[in-house]
Structure formats: structure tokens, C-alpha cells
């Protein structure tokens, strides 16, 4: 099974940095996912990792420690458009199933 | 083209009612999901479709019945819903295994269940 921990709010001021983290227990893993969805709307790929370390996007960077379990996405220069909620998922060694964790609401203020 | 796209948008069906939603993408994409989100909440794997077979069914009731005519479009047929189905439901489609995963979800079916 899969267990996906992330943070359930977080708040930061615009023009900021914040790092969003996600822990996770799976009996296998093939790539982590984070997505930022917006309310009402369908959730907007951000950045996939399968192997160690850091990928950098823009003003979005994912990381990953397979050996920990663990990832972040780190959101630079804030923007009040980021305020969103932002999901972190898992997807499992037979490349099957996409377990999502409980999503990190995350709001920016000016 | 990194399009999933899903028909309708919205959707509102008595509880007697047979509609179908559907959803289609031309990237390839080998492993097709249906998700079902309510508010608030993450999104909750219901099936998944691998090179246009049925590979898992999350324990969905038979009230929700997935198709998957060809390789780039995947159905799920609605039949004798409750009003606690009315939901976004989101389809999704990824790579298989290897560094180039990324998967994708549609917009979305906003489903109301009267």
C-alpha cells in the first residue's frame, strides 16, 4: 500500500520562497508527481521525478530522496495566482497506480 | 500536445438515468485513470486501464462501468447513481515506466447526481 504524508496549509508572504514537503511509504515506487490545482479546477502538472535530486522549472524546483522517502517543491518568488492547493503523488513499481497524499492548501499574502 | 480532454464539462442526471462520460488523448499515453475527487479532498483512484486493459478496479460499485474503445480514449458509463456520486471526476493518462512519466489529467467532469 501507500502512505503519503504532506503538510495540510501553509501560508507565506508574496515575492517569498516556500518549500512544500511530502513523505511517503510505499510497498513500490516509480516516480513522484506534484501537481497544483486551483479550487474547482482539475489538478496542472508541475514536475515528475524518478530519480534523485533536483529538477528545476521556472520558478517551481522538485526534489527527491528515494532513500528517505521524501520529496519537497519549492516555489520561488510567490505570486498571489500560486495560492492553491498543491498534491504530491506517488506512483507505484508496476507503474500502475497514482496514490495521491491528502494535498497541501497553500495560501500567499501580499 | 500534452492534451487530455473530457466531455461534458458538467453534467447533472436523475438517479434513473444512463450518461456517459468521456475522455480522449493523442500523446501516446498507454495507462488511462479514472479518478473521482469531492471537495476539498485528494483525488481517488477508481480504475485504471494499461495498454487498453482493465488493470485495476479500486473496489468501485458496478454502477460505474469504464470502456476503453482504443488507445486514446477511455468511457465511463453511469448508470443508477446517488446523489453522494455527484463529484469532479477526472480522467488521467501517463507514459509507462521510464524517466519520461509525466501524466496528465483532463478538466474535468463536474457531475451532480439529483
Excluded at chain 2, 438515468?17 to 479514472?34: D, F
Excluded at chain 2, 486493459?53 to 446517488?82: G, T
Excluded at chain 2, 453522494?84 to 524517466?99: I, T, V
Aim: charged share 20%; net charge neutral.
Amino acid at each position: 500500500g501507500q502512505n503519503i504524508d504532506q503538510p495540510t496549509e501553509m501560508t507565506a508572504t508574496e515575492g517569498a520562497i516556500v518549500q512544500i514537503n511530502c513523505t511517503y511509504q510505499t510497498s513500490g515506487f516509480n516516480g513522484l508527481f506534484w501537481y497544483q490545482q486551483h479550487a474547482g479546477e482539475a489538478p496542472t502538472f508541475l514536475s515528475y521525478n524518478v530519480l534523485d535530486g533536483l529538477e528545476e522549472k521556472g520558478r517551481f524546483s522538485s526534489f527527491l530522496s528515494r532513500s528517505k522517502g521524501y520529496s519537497y517543491l519549492l516555489l520561488k518568488e510567490l505570486q498571489m495566482k500560486d495560492s492553491a492547493s498543491y498534491l504530491c503523488a506517488v506512483r507505484d513499481r508496476a507503474g500502475n497506480m497514482l496514490t495521491f497524499g491528502g494535498g497541501t492548501r497553500l495560501m500567499v499574502k501580499p | 500536445d500534452t492534451e487530455v480532454t473530457q466531455t461534458p464539462k458538467h453534467l447533472v442526471m436523475g438517479m434513473t438515468n444512463k450518461k456517459s462520460l468521456k475522455c480522449e488523448q493523442h500523446m501516446g499515453h498507454r495507462a488511462m485513470y479514472w479518478y473521482k475527487q469531492k471537495a476539498k479532498k485528494p483525488p481517488e483512484l477508481m480504475f485504471v486501464y494499461s495498454y487498453e486493459k482493465l488493470s485495476i478496479n479500486e473496489s468501485v460499485p458496478s454502477r460505474f462501468s469504464p470502456e476503453c474503445p482504443n488507445s486514446s480514449l477511455l468511457n465511463l458509463h453511469l448508470h443508477a447513481l446517488q446523489p453522494e456520486d455527484s463529484a469532479l471526476y477526472l480522467c488521467a493518462s501517463s507514459q509507462d515506466n521510464g524517466r519520461n512519466g509525466e501524466a496528465f489529467f483532463g478538466q474535468g467532469t463536474r457531475l451532480t447526481v439529483v
